[in-house]
């Protein structure tokens, strides 16, 4: 990446706005103890309602992004000044102590009649001892939200893709159930922040811009990352086998990882994983009882409805479906692309 008199303007900007930032950086999340009751009490927004960011407060976004009942997600990240953020190759970026993912999960409804409303923010902090995962659920008047230690199951409705509106019992996880997916080696991690899954254009205050050369420009990382770029899994113009591989990823990887909570089954699904078989072709299930609908294999290359896994995409069972948790729907978009390229495999 090449800095540019944009990327410069950018860092005049930053520093014009810093008078005006909220003391985010006055809270001690490295020795991180006593969580506030309510998302207004860190600081993070100067419109929390609104989901405007205090200016220590960046928004990212990822290519490919978890399907979770087609909520639209609103991520945020804060960096201690003057950290930096380190990168591994196909690795979740390395945050320094002290910093927060931010992530709201919501229905904005951008497609139909009904209002926008805020489900829930998920924090993971970095503190000294680790990540640490906290949940807000959004009150019905939506001014603020509250600490939700078990969790909560939030009755609406949204606008689905194509404009239908569908009633859902939302659910908030609880705090233990973080742990499912958000743990490498028992050890808790963040899940969508990779470079390769953040080469994309965002808008921001000071216009749009790649935002890793954003990042850059906050001296987070390095100029030049020599990372690879991986596919949006709902581009329909992008090659059917990266599509495929990417919603993979994103949707099941984070589990069905060497070291994942789901890594007994040996069956790997994230992102760089080569071999045939660890992906799910021609492999016996280990111990899937009754989800494996009586199926033989993971996955039958040209035969979708004789695949476990597609057979556990589709079901709502939950003894059987996959992913178990993070949702209420079937992804059909994502039924549907999965089984076109098994198909073609």
């Known amino acids: 990446m090449k800095l540019s008199k944009k990327i410069s303007l950018l860092i005049a900007l930053l520093i014009c706005f810093k008078s005006q930032s909220q003391n985010i950086n006055d809270y001690n999340f490295e020795n991180f103890s006593n969580t506030p009751k309510f998302l207004s009490e860190y600081g993070f927004f100067k419109d929390l309602k609104n989901q405007i960011p205090a200016d220590d407060v960046h928004p990212y976004s990822l290519k490919s992004a978890l399907f979770s009942d087609e909520t639209d997600k609103l991520r945020f990240v804060f960096v201690p000044k003057g950290k930096k953020v380190g990168y591994v190759k196909n690795k979740v970026f390395v945050f320094p102590i002290g910093s927060v993912l931010i992530k709201t999960f919501a229905y904005l409804n951008n497609n139909g009649p009904l209002e926008a409303e805020l489900l829930e923010t998920r924090l993971l902090i ?18 603020d939200a509250k600490r939700a230690i078990a969790g909560a199951t939030i009755p609406t409705k949204f606008v689905n893709s194509s404009g239908e509106i569908i009633n859902i019992r939302y659910r908030a996880p609880n705090q233990n159930q973080c742990k499912e997916c958000h743990q490498l080696k028992k050890v808790m991690t963040p899940i969508g922040p990779k470079a390769r899954n953040m080469d994309k254009l965002v808008q921001y205050n000071t216009g749009e811009m790649n935002q890793l050369v954003y990042w850059a420009a906050l001296g987070w990382i390095n100029e030049n990352l020599g990372s690879s770029s991986i596919s949006n899994y709902a581009d329909l113009n992008a090659v059917l086998e990266d599509r495929a591989r990417a919603y993979l990823d994103i949707n099941c990887g984070h589990c069905h990882i060497p070291g994942g909570s789901a890594d007994t089954t040996g069956l790997y699904l994230n992102y760089t994983e080569q071999g045939k078989e660890r992906i799910g072709i021609y492999k016996k299930p280990v111990a899937a009882g009754r989800a494996s609908g009586n199926l033989k294999y993971s996955i039958v290359p040209g035969h979708p409805d004789d695949s476990i896994l597609l057979y556990r995409m589709k079901s709502l069972d939950p003894g059987i479906m996959m992913p178990e948790s993070g949702r209420a729907l079937s992804d059909e978009i994502g039924i549907k692309l999965i089984s076109d390229w098994i198909n073609k495999l």
């Not at 001892?129 to 949940?135: C, H, K, N, V, Y």
């Open 126 to 143: 970095n503190t000294n001892d680790g990540w640490q995962a906290i949940s807000y659920v959004w009150s019905e008047d939506q001014t």
